[in-house]
């Protein structure tokens, strides 16, 4: 092996490992292996496990009560160190688990190698590693349910400000601007409960597995499991300490939020074009150009619609280092962490700046209502008018509006500006009376039927996601 290839500082064995080994790893041995700079984030998960590790085994008397109380001391020490800032973390330590245990033995000497008894870094990074999942399914949710307050409010203010509803990006029939915002409630509302489930679903613990079969030392699982808010221990130890689908399944929710949030930004990017012009971000969310003075970009909006992609491909990336593992343990898991919190981190931020745009957004009540009426969206009035009134079958009201429609657009005119005549041109039975269903006003207001954007209906299912929701 050449100089190059060694790193000279770190000749000797690992201290935490290295008992059968005579030389140092490799510099490249120690850049692939090191997770530090990725897992130093679980730091206090890490230090809470490790307590609560050596509270069970003091209190099963596996170690005695001096030793824990010197492990306890020096653990909260770390915490300390670490949070002003003053630790040492070390590459050559590998992780954050050896990185904390190497500092304990320096702080208090030879009770810092009795806290690894009936433990392995096994199951101690699954059990680090849930926590901080747990929590960030707690933080996400949340997240998710400020963010549907804020919809459920501009939602109540805007019951009855009317917008074209959509498919295919043609405009088909008038709905309002608190409807398609309530839309987004019940998909966000969703996400939240599936981050609940992922947490409750995950909620069981892997500590005391050891490293892949369980130990002989007489230890007390479910201690250690209620010490950590866990609802009860992994029943099986090979599961506990190589099974990372807890991760996978938040990563989903997470993909499945951004895919939500990607759909809600790319509206408001149409949205906030001059041609549409339906609704203005605020400065605090918008950002210029450096060459055209006029620009008011929605890079917020955007970004949080590319966040989409490195959310997804966080997910796909642990499922694939997952997918062809055997039991139980490998170090392919390591791997896991830097996908997670990058999943995580983008979501949280994607999550705050999309509650702040849609608190501060303002809306073109002027220019929705106008696009509203544009592409003969009462159509599909005019045609129920006709079953409603003639008793014409569906089907053949359908073709009879067809018929006025092309009549309507070859004249340039709006379907409300044709005149009776016009109309009976085309089926002889109309009266007057039609032109009480041609208004976009009409039209969303007959909307009434459950889930229909009728705006008494808006305004109660706003009403009601705001009760449910809270402050
Ligand atoms: N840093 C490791 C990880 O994140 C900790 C577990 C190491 N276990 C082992 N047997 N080498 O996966």
């Known amino acids: 092996m050449s100089d190059v290839m060694t790193n000279s500082e770190n000749k000797t064995e690992n201290q935490m490992w290295g008992g059968r080994f005579a ?6 041995m120690e850049d692939i292996n090191a ?22 085994l003091a209190s099963t008397g596996i170690i005695s009560d001096e030793d824990n109380a010197a492990i306890q001391k020096g653990l909260d020490a770390i915490a300390g160190e670490i949070e002003r800032g003053e630790f040492p973390f070390s590459k050559a330590l590998e992780d954050i688990h050896m990185n904390i245990e190497a500092r304990l033995k320096e702080l208090v000497g030879e009770p810092a190698g009795r806290l690894h008894t009936a433990r392995s870094r096994n199951d101690q990074v699954a059990t680090d590693f849930r926590l901080w999942v747990r929590q960030s399914c707690a933080d996400a949710a949340a997240s998710l349910r400020a963010l549907c307050r804020a919809l459920a409010s501009k939602a ?3 019951a009855d400000a009317v917008m074209p509803g959509f498919t295919h990006l043609q405009t088909a029939q008038p709905v309002t601007f608190g409807h398609h915002l309530l839309a987004y409630v019940e998909m966000f509302a969703r996400d939240a409960a599936r981050f609940d489930d992922a947490a409750q679903r995950m909620n069981e613990c892997p500590l005391g597995a050891a490293a892949l079969a369980g130990t002989s030392f007489p230890i007390d699982r479910e201690q250690t ?9 992994c ?4 599961d506990a300490v190589s099974s990372r689908d807890f991760a996978m399944e938040a990563m989903a929710a997470a993909s499945i939020t951004a895919t939500h949030l990607s759909r809600l930004g790319e509206e408001l990017v149409i949205w906030t074009s001059a041609q549409f012009d339906f609704v203005k971000l605020s400065d605090a969310f918008s950002t210029g150009s450096s060459i055209m003075p006029q620009k008011r970009n929605p890079d917020a909006a955007e970004l949080v619609r590319a966040k989409a992609g490195r959310i997804i491909a966080s997910m796909n990336a642990l499922m694939i280092v997952m997918k062809g593992l055997p039991m139980a343990y490998a170090k392919d898991m390591q791997e896991d962490k830097a996908a997670t919190f990058e999943c995580f981190e983008a979501l949280g931020l994607g999550l705050v700046a999309m509650t702040g745009m849609i608190e501060d957004l303002s809306v073109n009540r002027g220019a929705m209502k106008s696009a509203a009426g544009d592409g003969f969206s009462t159509a599909t009035d005019l045609a129920d008018w006709l079953v409603r009134k003639l008793n014409m079958p569906f089907r053949d009201a359908h073709h009879v509006t067809g018929a006025i429609v092309a009549q309507a657009d070859n004249t340039g005119v709006m379907l409300h500006e044709l005149s009776l005549a016009d109309m009976q041109q ?19 207001a007959s909307r009434t039927s459950f889930g229909g954007t009728a705006p008494e209906n808006v305004k109660r299912e706003a009403e009601k996601w705001l009760k449910h929701l809270g402050s």
Do not use: C
């Not at 997770?35 to 069970?56: F, P, Y």
């Not at 499991?225 to 221990?233: I, N, Q, S, T, V």
């Not at 029943?235 to 090979?238: D, E, I, P, T, V």
């Open 235 to 238: 029943a099986n130890s090979l």
């Open 35 to 56: 997770s530090i700079d990725v897992d130093r984030r679980l730091w206090r998960e890490d230090i809470t496990g490790s307590k609560a590790h050596a509270d069970m």
């Open 225 to 233: 499991a209620k010490a950590l808010g866990f609802d009860r221990p």
């Open 426 to 444: 085309v089926e002889p039975r109309i009266t007057d009376d039609v032109f009480s269903v041609l208004s976009v006003d009409a039209s969303i």
């Open 23 to 28: 030389g140092g790893p490799a510099s490249v």
């Open 156 to 158: 109540a203010a805007n």
